[in-house]
């Protein structure tokens, strides 16, 4: 079965500085690897996807992130935070070609950008 | 719709009183989950309707939980004989195969 592992419940960084939200993930298949954002009293925003092609993928707000097929990770990666990048982070996994291919989510990351 | 529609988007109800929450997906997804979260935390997965398949009911937590969908169409989420424990946003979600999901407001349930 797939599962998705955020490391951090928590990360803080100063603004200006560059980001990093860990997710390392495990499946039986060929994984397509989602980032989600949630601010505060609002609904699950996709932010990006890897499904196949190049290993750094670009999505909005000026995100990015890295699959590492090696390691097994997805980190989300953004080179200069904004306080406004302060929110709930989740990773997701779909495991293709096994399995029911359902989307299973991380425990999330509390990404806080400390002015 | 433009995008997915949950219905109530809060809903107070008294312990033991059954409640039902409605989706309506984005047309034309044919996938379309349900996962509950409480206040600040993660999300857990309910339940994953593909298509015509046998849904995944494996993150039920009781059997006072249970849930339908039409088709690709409506779906709804009824929990029953509701314990306070049940208050949390339960999240609907969508999506066609193998790509992202999109998720509507939520539903607040408070169970007093």
């Known amino acids: 079965a797939q599962s998705v592992a955020q490391p951090e419940d928590q990360v803080n960084v100063a603004e200006g500085n560059p980001l990093t939200v860990k997710c390392t993930y495990s499946?039986?298949?060929?994984?397509?690897l989602f980032w989600y954002v949630q601010y505060p009293n609002r609904g699950l925003q996709f932010l990006l996807k890897?499904?196949?092609?190049?290993?750094l993928v670009k999505g909005s707000y000026g995100f990015e992130a890295e699959f590492n097929k090696s390691q097994t990770s997805f980190h989300l990666k953004k080179p200069s935070a904004l306080v406004s990048d302060s929110a709930l982070y989740f990773c997701a996994v779909r495991d293709v070609g096994f399995g029911n291919e359902k989307l299973t989510f991380g425990t999330g990351t509390r990404l806080t950008i400390i002015p | 719709g433009a995008g997915v529609s949950q219905s109530p988007s809060n809903k107070v109800t008294e312990k033991g009183k059954d409640v039902e929450l409605r989706c309506d997906p984005i047309?034309?997804?044919?996938?379309l989950y349900w996962y509950r979260q409480r206040l600040g935390q993660g999300l857990e997965f309910l339940i994953y309707f593909q298509g015509n398949s046998a849904p995944d009911k494996s993150g039920l937590p009781s059997d006072r939980f249970s849930a339908e969908r039409t088709g690709e169409s409506v779906s709804t989420l009824t929990i029953q004989r509701t314990q306070q424990e049940d208050s949390a946003v339960y999240l609907c979600?969508?999506?066609?195969?193998?790509?992202?999901?999109?998720f509507g407001q939520g539903t607040r349930l408070t169970v007093v």
């Open positions: 047309s034309g997804h044919t996938a």
């Open positions: 979600a969508s999506s066609t195969p193998r790509s992202e999901a999109f």
């Open positions: 890897y499904i196949t092609g190049d290993n």
């Open positions: 499946v039986s298949g060929n994984p397509y």
